[in-house]
């Protein structure tokens, strides 16, 4: 073969991953669909941010905090423009979803939108990696992104934003002697989901705090990454709710626990790029290779 030729073939070969790449952000670009999940024959809104490509991608279940006014969707765009699907969604009696809204209501919904996702078909329809499913929530939405993982050894890592511990000290949030949010009245005023109540809540907590004690829960961790990322605020108090979780986090066998304390309100509304990052940067070290082999 003449030097010109193998000079072409080279520059073939060396240009084709490129054009391919670029074929397929073409053929398959960046999108939006809605989607309907099922929880307990109840209907709960979706929607899934399509990453750009073929895939399958990673994919990340972003979900919101109590009642749900803060969504993260900033965060979305930027995980989803770095090659990660997003999904998003309300759980039951959230902001139209059917049925009534309850923490334990809520914990299973992640495991019934996570198990929806992993199914084979919808993974390919959605081009979703399914054994690269990764969840970031926060406040409430922090709890239960510890939760999903701590309930499903499927999922590969967890992230929380300023996390709340629902079932706290075996007491729950409420009654945690740290809190300065008075809940009970703040409760009453939460229209947005269904069939709630300071009451209802009170409720709850007193019967199901133990089972909601995320620290009685760690060591179904197996090794897998999570994130705790604090704000300074004490919306979320720091002593009871999260120290003695990311304490009990590290003390599971093969841990690989990270920290971060960002100084700014309960909502990040100052540190939306240093927030955006240490999740980008968390993600990308950590849950794009399955941790589960």
């Not at 080279?10 to 054009?19: A, C, E, N, R």
Request: aromatic share 8%.
């Amino acid at each position: 073969m003449s030097f010109l030729s193998r000079f072409w073939l080279s520059l073939t070969l060396i240009t084709l991953p490129l054009y391919t790449q670029a074929s397929q952000i073409e053929a398959f670009p960046a999108a939006t669909t809605e989607l309907t999940f099922n929880s307990h024959g109840k209907r709960m809104s979706g929607f899934i941010y399509h990453a750009a490509g073929i895939g399958p991608h990673p994919t990340v279940l972003l979900l919101h905090g109590y009642p749900g006014n803060e969504k993260n969707l900033d965060v979305a765009q930027a995980l989803r423009s770095k090659g990660w699907n997003v999904v998003f969604f309300h759980y039951r009696g959230a902001w139209g979803s059917e049925g009534e809204f309850s923490f334990l209501n809520a914990e299973h919904d992640v495991q019934a939108v996570l198990q929806h996702l992993s199914k084979k078909d919808i993974a390919t329809k959605l081009r979703i990696a399914p054994n690269l499913i990764s969840i970031v929530g926060h406040s409430m939405g922090g709890h239960m992104a510890i939760a999903g993982i701590l309930d499903n050894p499927n999922t590969n890592c967890a992230v929380a934003y300023d996390g709340a511990n629902m079932g706290v000290g075996d007491v729950g949030i409420i009654d945690d002697p740290e809190t300065t949010i008075p809940w009970q009245e703040y409760n009453d005023t939460l229209f947005m989901l269904e069939g709630w109540s300071a009451e209802k809540a009170q409720k709850e907590l007193q019967e199901h705090s133990k089972a909601l004690n995320l620290v009685n829960r760690v060591n179904t961790l197996s090794g897998r990454p999570v994130l705790l990322i604090a704000a300074d605020s004490e919306v979320i108090p720091m002593k009871s709710h999260i120290k003695p979780l990311l304490k009990a986090l590290k003390s599971t066998e093969n841990s690989r626990i990270a920290y971060k304390l960002i100084k700014d309100d309960h909502s990040f509304n100052s540190s939306r790029q240093a927030l955006i990052s240490a999740t980008a940067e968390f993600l990308h070290a950590n849950c794009r290779l399955d941790n589960n082999k």
